[in-house]
Each structure stands twice: as C-alpha cells, then as structure tokens.
C-alpha cells in the first residue's frame, strides 16, 4: 500500500535521518519529488509499525487516497 509521508515540523526537515530511517527499514521512495517535506513511499502493514515507531513526532504518515473523476461530458440520447 502507499503512504504519503508528510513533514509537519518548524524547522527544516532532517533529510539524512529520514533517508536513514527509511533505507534501514528497506521502505521503496515511490515519488521523491517534493523532497524534503512530502515523499509517496511503498509499504505493508508490518513495515507500517515498524516506521511509525521510529518515526519522530514532527513527521505524519497517511495512506494515500485517489479519487476518480466523474464524465461530465454530454451525452447523446436516443
């Protein structure tokens, strides 16, 4: 499942620890792009306990949501 792992702190993020954490726990970077703040990353239920227990309190970590777009085109009758 993924996980939207979100930096919520004051300061500037510590982007060698989290790198740390994360590649100990062997956890994949889906999207990095928004690094330091926001990371998508992969993960199961076990390795979700594992890094919500070092995780410091200034990082939150959500499942991702995707939302399908409803057709709004018109549509012919018959």
């Known amino acids: 499942m993924n996980y939207i792992l979100k930096y919520k702190g004051d300061?500037?993020?510590d982007?060698?620890?989290m790198n740390e954490v994360l590649?100990?726990?062997r956890i994949r970077i889906i999207d990095g792009t928004?690094?330091?703040e926001i990371v998508l990353i992969e993960l199961?239920?076990?390795e979700?306990?594992?890094?919500?227990?070092v995780l410091p309190e200034d990082w939150a970590i959500?499942?991702?949501k995707s939302y399908t777009v409803p057709d709004?085109?018109?549509k012919i009758k018959d």
């Open 11 to 13: 300061r500037a993020p």
């Open 15 to 17: 982007l060698a620890g």
């Open 23 to 25: 590649q100990t726990l």
């Open 34 to 36: 928004l690094l330091p």
């Open 44 to 46: 199961d239920h076990l």
């Open 48 to 53: 979700f306990k594992k890094l919500r227990a």
């Open 62 to 64: 959500d499942p991702e």
């Open 72 to 74: 709004t085109r018109n």
